[in-house]
């Protein structure tokens, strides 16, 4: 078998905490619940804990309702206006993190969410949310280093956290995975290495937010091999992100029909469906 291949798969397993845990911690701690432009991992809004640097408070607001009408490129500009005049202020890192996060680059988020949870000491939220980065990593790496020192990041941040508040762990759905054995890889015997190589090309595509590019690889790949769960679950995100939520439910269903396993299919089924 194709070591890259079954590496890839370790999203299966761990994206099916991801919808768990992010929703949990939203409804803990945001004012209100958003739309956001990808149904990978849910960054948060604004919080009733955020430690603000005072002038700033007007700026970080005008910079999350750039985020949360979709406008990234506003929002990000003016986060890194305060972070460079202000490189202490925590809700600056965290914003720029979310919005990696929203963007599935997760390795300059992860940077992003460490600063802030070093500036904000060791808040729950952030520890949570830092920790679903981490098994977020995992579904973008080849590398078997790169899965283990994911999950591994994962695992030691949860582990702080149930240190810091053990009953945030429970709430957040966390629980059940601290108990569990780490599993660093699954079998993809099933898929057509044909399939599989399309599907690389449309996460190349989706990288570079060319998501209609994406959408025709994923559905090639799909062509190639109906039973490819994942290529039907990643094309309902890019239709997610587009705001076709119809389609994304469509492909979100038939993931969970081929998979009824894919845990994070039923998260972001229910995702498109509040949307609708």
């Not at 619940?33 to 849910?42: E, F, G, H, L, Y």
């Not at 750039?66 to 809700?91: C, H, L, S, T, W």
């Not at 990696?100 to 500036?119: G, H």
């Not at 830092?130 to 977020?136: A, F, H, V």
Request: hydrophobic share 45%.
């Amino acid at each position: 078998m194709n070591t890259a291949k079954w590496l890839r798969f370790v999203l299966a397993a761990m994206f099916s905490i991801l919808a768990v845990a992010c929703t949990a911690a939203l409804e803990q701690f945001a004012p209100t619940p958003t739309a956001t432009a990808t149904a990978s991992p849910i960054p948060p809004t604004r919080t009733p804990a955020a430690t603000l640097t005072v002038g700033y408070e007007a700026l970080l607001e005008e910079a999350w309702q750039a985020y949360n009408r979709k406008d990234f490129d506003e929002a990000q500009r003016i986060a890194e206006q305060v972070m460079d005049e202000d490189p202490g202020n925590g809700e600056a890192w965290a914003l720029r993190g979310a919005l990696f996060t929203t963007l599935r680059n997760f390795d300059a988020a992860i940077l992003d969410w460490e600063q802030a949870l070093v500036l904000r000491y060791e808040e729950p939220w952030i520890l949570d949310y830092l920790s679903t980065l981490y098994l977020g990593r995992v579904s973008q790496s080849w590398d078997p280093e790169v899965i283990v020192e994911s999950i591994t990041g994962a695992r030691e941040n949860l582990t702080r956290l149930q240190e810091l508040d053990p009953d945030y762990i429970t709430r957040a759905g966390w629980s059940q995975y601290l108990t569990m054995e780490p599993d660093y890889g699954h079998d993809a015997s099933h898929v057509d290495q044909a399939a599989f190589d399309e599907f690389i090309v449309a996460e190349d595509y989706f990288k570079q937010e060319e998501y209609e590019k994406a959408i025709k690889a994923y559905r090639k790949a799909i062509e190639i091999d109906p039973q490819f769960e994942i290529a039907h679950l990643y094309l309902g995100d890019t239709y997610y992100v587009l705001g076709d939520y119809e389609s994304a439910i469509v492909e979100f269903e038939r993931a969970v029909d081929i998979n009824p396993q894919l845990v994070s299919g039923w998260g972001f089924l229910g995702d498109a469906w509040r949307n609708l």
